[in-house]
């Protein structure tokens, strides 16, 4: 069997940061060879199978043998502030949120991230009480980008590279969020809804499909059909339109009530509207074309029970890392 891509590369992971080791955690499933030097953190908030998932493939290092693995290594994860002696590896970090004056205390929790990448300004209920995100969704995202620098690095000759390789988890987190922040510096608010259109959930006899409520009202008229309300010039220019979004929602639930999901998505298409099927979770799990190609790993979670989670998209030899 042919050699992962990394095979020949020593990686030592002295951060703690979630975002860095997840980033040894990608390079160690690419076939580096990955070891700790750092204790872990107790689990405290994250959960025993996220400390697993991230030290999966990694070896700990004893501490005899740091000095010597340290000066073979070809990178080194660490957190900021963490210094080096002299040493040839690339040197890879993650910038914290604390990095900078007057938020040396504050915890780079998902909730706090989201919130200060702008997220929560527009993931709301219908109540406008803000959604926070969960899970470590800007971490990985960010150990991602962090690896995609060390491989560029490693990729040039060695008199080229840069000494060190850094990834901000504040700078991630509103690179995420590219259209949100762009239209209020060019449009002065956030209304994404008015900005691209609304999308309708709706409930058809068997299922529910989501409806892209955008687009020139001509076409959702044709689509809406008897049920076109007498009175719709408050639809036509879609700012309006996206005024009176739980109206509309209202008519189009009416047209579809009766249909299923099959027939509501012929109808729309004929109409030259995008729809889409929504599939409930069992669905998705349950997906032939997932469990082909290996897509669910078994994992344990933390109160004993078993579930599934996904595991890396990319497919190296055929292999999923």
Not at 9 to 19: D, H, K, M, N, P
Request: charged share 20%.
């Amino acid at each position: 069997m042919a050699q992962l891509p990394l095979h020949d590369l020593v990686v030592v992971e002295l951060g703690s940061e979630i975002a860095g080791r997840h980033c040894g955690l990608v390079l160690a499933r690419q076939g580096a060879t990955v070891h700790i030097c750092t204790p872990r953190p107790e689990p405290a908030r994250d959960s025993t199978a996220l400390q697993a998932m991230l030290d999966d493939g990694k070896s700990l290092l004893d501490p005899s043998r740091y000095a010597e693995v340290l000066r073979s290594a070809d990178v080194v994860l660490l957190d900021e502030g963490t210094e080096l002696p002299p040493s040839s590896a690339l040197r890879a970090r993650i910038v914290p949120l604390g990095s900078a004056p007057g938020r040396t205390d504050w915890v780079a929790d998902e909730m706090v991230l989201q919130t200060m990448g702008g997220s929560t300004d527009f993931t709301t209920a219908p109540d406008g009480t803000p959604h926070f995100g969960f899970g470590h969704r800007v971490q990985f995202t960010a150990g991602l980008y962090l690896y995609s620098g060390i491989v560029g690095q490693l990729m040039l000759e060695r008199e080229h590279r840069a000494a060190e390789v850094s990834v901000s988890l504040l700078e991630t987190m509103v690179s995420l969020l590219p259209c949100h922040t762009t239209q209020f510096e060019y449009n002065g608010n956030t209304d994404t809804v008015g900005q691209t259109g609304a999308r309708h959930v709706l409930r058809c006899v068997d299922g529910w499909v989501a409806l892209y409520g955008g687009g020139p009202w001509a076409n959702i008229a044709a689509f809406l059909g008897p049920h076109t309300p007498v009175d719709s010039a408050r639809f036509v220019e879609s700012g309006s339109r996206a005024q009176h979004m739980a109206e509309l929602d209202v008519w189009l639930q009416k047209r579809v009530a009766a249909h299923t999901v099959a027939e509501t998505i012929e109808l729309a298409t004929n109409h030259r509207l995008a729809i889409a099927e929504l599939p409930t979770m069992d669905a998705v799990l349950a997906d032939a074309e997932y469990e082909r190609r290996g897509v669910w790993t078994s994992v344990t979670l933390p109160d004993g029970r078993r579930g599934r989670t996904t595991l890396g998209n990319a497919l190296v030899n055929g292999v999923r890392r």
